[in-house]
């Protein structure tokens, strides 16, 4: 048969959860603090690869569009 705890028992074992349970609140928020600020970190470094791969995409965009087909007619012309 289970074993009856006193009051006091009862009491102390409740304030040994309580402090576990303060223990391991404080782990997650510093874990979660340590998360956030890496997360911010690389989201700066991401914003950068994608203000750079739309700098390439937009100078690959003029050189297609406006600078090969003039230089196409420059050599055609050029040719005659």
Known sequence: MAKE???N???????NLEGKLV???EDLKETLTR???Q???TNGRV??????????TGVIA???????????????????
């Open 5 to 7: 705890h006193t009051n």
């Open 9 to 15: 028992e009862l009491s102390i074992l409740i304030e």
């Open 23 to 25: 223990e391991k609140h």
């Open 35 to 37: 998360i956030e600020a």
């Open 39 to 41: 997360t911010v970190k």
């Open 47 to 56: 914003n950068e690869l994608e203000k750079w791969k739309w700098m390439g």
């Open 62 to 80: 003029i050189l297609t569009g406006i600078v090969l087909p003039i230089a196409f007619i420059l050599v055609k012309n050029l040719k005659l």
